[in-house]
């Protein structure tokens, strides 16, 4: 069987033994290692790395014109067999539902969709759409963050005197930074590594939703060993995000009233500035999922567990 591989590379040459990457992006990164590894441990396999960089709309070398939901785009790793077009999509893309035949997509060639971020219908109230996938996991955005919270996570932390949020004020986000002074949120941006400072030495951390339910924050906060703050997970992973024992979920279904979700949000505040015990509960919890489940490594060892190549003969 021949296999390739579609995502933009990390580094120039993937295929090089000693690699050097230079960008950072861990789901590129990632992408690479489950490459490498195939080619390892499936000798009776051709494997082809092919750079998504360099394609248009249609999967042809030439001008890059497709946008971010199109196949060949940055965000998603493609595994076909060119014999039969049969192909798996490992998608870090947060809006999944634009996966579609209008993007260029071949579904009906589609095994498999596995799933990081990005299921919900619309970043309002944050309802899991109708599209079918396997559950994966997530990871921080950089492997330089990564490494920062490799240094950072075990350093003592103290309680934070407010709810700060660091993102771009839209939906949500904006109503709060507007309307809700019990926040700080700033939307300046600053290098990964600064933020990742800037939160790590407090007990208690939130991440607020976005264009996708979850965002890196989420994995950066469980890194960190801090108790995270963050509405229910709708989206599922391979080994669960569990509510009130790997981060506090907000006391609040609907997530399109967003007056009720920032009270919410304060009401889990004070509840956990008051209790010690559950704070490093949450935190430990959160921790132990995230060296399971949220590093490179784990990724790339969960995805190998999870992918079928058969499904492509």
């Not at 430990?284 to 079928?308: C, F, M, P, Q, S």
Request: aromatic fraction near 14%.
């Amino acid at each position: 069987m021949r296999l390739n591989f579609y995502f933009e590379f990390p580094t120039p040459d993937v295929n090089v033994k000693n690699i050097i990457y230079n960008n950072d992006t861990t789901h590129l990164i990632s992408s690479a290692e489950l490459y490498r590894l195939y080619k390892n441990i499936h000798p009776e396999i051709e494997f082809k790395a092919i750079n998504s960089w360099e394609l248009d709309w249609h999967g042809n070398i030439g001008q890059k014109l497709h946008c971010p939901a199109c196949k060949y785009s940055y965000f998603y790793l493609i595994i076909e067999n060119p014999d039969n077009k049969k192909y798996f999509v490992i998608s870090y893309w947060d809006r999944l539902r634009e996966l579609d035949e209008g993007s260029y997509w071949d579904l009906e060639n589609c095994v498999e969709i596995f799933a990081a971020v990005g299921i919900q219908q619309n970043n309002i109230n944050y309802q899991p759409s109708n599209v079918k996938y396997t559950p994966i996991s997530h990871m921080s955005l950089f492997k330089t963050v990564e490494d920062k919270i490799v240094n950072l996570f075990n350093k003592p932390k103290i309680i934070p005197t407010n709810l700060f949020f660091r993102g771009g004020k839209y939906g949500i986000r904006k109503y709060i930074a507007n309307n809700d002074s019990r926040f700080t949120i700033d939307d300046t941006r600053v290098i990964p590594a600064d933020f990742i400072e800037e939160i790590a030495p407090y007990s208690i951390n939130i991440d607020i939703n976005g264009a996708a339910e979850i965002s890196c924050r989420t994995i950066d906060i469980m890194g960190l060993k801090s108790a995270l703050i963050r509405p229910k997970l709708s989206i599922k992973f391979h080994n669960e995000l569990i509510p009130d024992y790997h981060y506090a979920s907000l006391k609040c279904n609907d997530l399109g009233n967003w007056k009720d979700v920032a009270d919410a949000y304060v009401e889990r505040f004070e509840e956990l500035k008051k209790d010690p015990d559950q704070v490093e509960f949450l935190a430990t919890n959160g921790r132990k999922w995230y060296e399971e489940n949220g590093t490179i490594n784990a990724h790339v060892k969960l995805l190998n567990k999870l992918i079928d190549l058969n499904k492509l003969k």
